[in-house]
């Protein structure tokens, strides 16, 4: 079997990442509060949207992680350069192809939203925000650590699940989980970025200051990225150098 080249990677990355947006923040537009005729509550909440975004990284781990390493998040694909299991050469290409998926996602779920009458996408498509953009109220400081320190973990599992001293076929499972339990914990504080790729899909067609609050959701992630993959290879050592390839794993 041929290995995969550089074009193979980048468009496993765009569809990945188009699935996960699609997925998750689909998932929170159309389903988090839908409701019956006659108003009774049928939407997946918070949980239903965790789940969501879970599923789509598990899915598209085993789907894509065999050609491209499944990133489909730039922090990921940070951490994975800076613990040395990719080349720094592909990093530019992959945060291209990850931003042009997800805003692709972004643009069908606009899309279909306005399709339905009276709906209003500005502050209703599931953007990232702070202060008075975050769904429980927090406060930059809040959302800044929140997206550091939940990042870093998501990092840290994918970096143990996708070592090669790690359990083989499992790697796709615990990152889904994962990714899961940032969201439960972060949809409150920041809608849950844990993926600049997630924050710039939707923050345009969102508005309501979304877009001039999308830094953080740059910032935070990548800062989390680093801070994992600096320190994954310093705790736990490495079987051995994988730079050659990318890391098999996903992101959120």
């Known amino acids: 079997m041929s290995e995969p080249n550089l074009f193979h990677k980048l468009a496993a990355?765009?569809?990945?990442?188009?699935?996960?947006?699609?997925?998750?923040?689909?998932s929170a537009v159309f389903a988090a509060q839908a409701h019956s005729a006659d108003l009774y509550p049928l939407g997946?909440?918070?949980?239903?949207v965790s789940l969501a975004f879970g599923l789509t990284v598990l899915?598209?781990?085993?789907?894509?992680?065999?050609i491209s390493g499944g990133h489909f998040n730039p922090a990921v694909t940070l951490g994975a350069a800076l613990a040395h299991?990719?080349?720094?050469?592909?990093l530019p290409a992959y945060w291209i192809v990850q931003v042009i998926g997800g805003l692709l996602a972004g643009l069908v779920i606009y899309y279909i939203a306005a399709?339905?009458?009276?709906?209003?996408?500005?502050g209703h498509l599931g953007a990232n925000g702070y202060g008075e953009n975050s769904?429980?109220?927090?406060?930059?400081?809040?959302?800044?650590?929140?997206?550091?320190?939940?990042?870093?973990?998501?990092?840290?599992?994918?970096?143990?699940?996708?070592d090669e001293r790690a359990p083989k076929g499992f790697a796709g499972v615990s990152i889904g989980f994962a990714l899961a339990l940032t969201n439960l914990v972060a949809i409150p504080i920041s809608n849950a970025s844990?993926?600049?790729?997630?924050?710039?899909?939707?923050?345009?067609?969102?508005?309501?200051?979304?877009?001039?609050?999308?830094?953080?959701?740059?910032?935070?992630?990548?800062?989390?990225?680093?801070?994992?993959g600096i320190a994954y290879p310093f705790l736990f050592g490495r079987a051995e150098d994988a730079a050659h390839q990318p890391v098999p794993t996903s992101s959120g």
């Open 59 to 66: 899915t598209g781990v085993y789907a894509f992680g065999a």
């Open 13 to 26: 990355e765009t569809i990945g990442t188009f699935w996960l947006v699609l997925g998750g923040v689909g």
């Open 194 to 228: 844990i993926n600049p790729a997630r924050s710039t899909a939707v923050a345009f067609f969102n508005g309501n200051g979304a877009p001039a609050q999308l830094w953080v959701f740059w910032l935070a992630p990548l800062i989390g990225g680093a801070i994992a």
């Open 85 to 90: 299991r990719v080349q720094w050469k592909i």
């Open 115 to 122: 399709g339905k009458p009276g709906f209003v996408a500005t």
């Open 44 to 48: 997946i909440g918070y949980l239903g």
């Open 135 to 162: 769904p429980g109220g927090y406060p930059l400081s809040a959302v800044i650590l929140a997206e550091i320190v939940l990042t870093a973990l998501f990092l840290l599992v994918i970096l143990g699940s996708t």
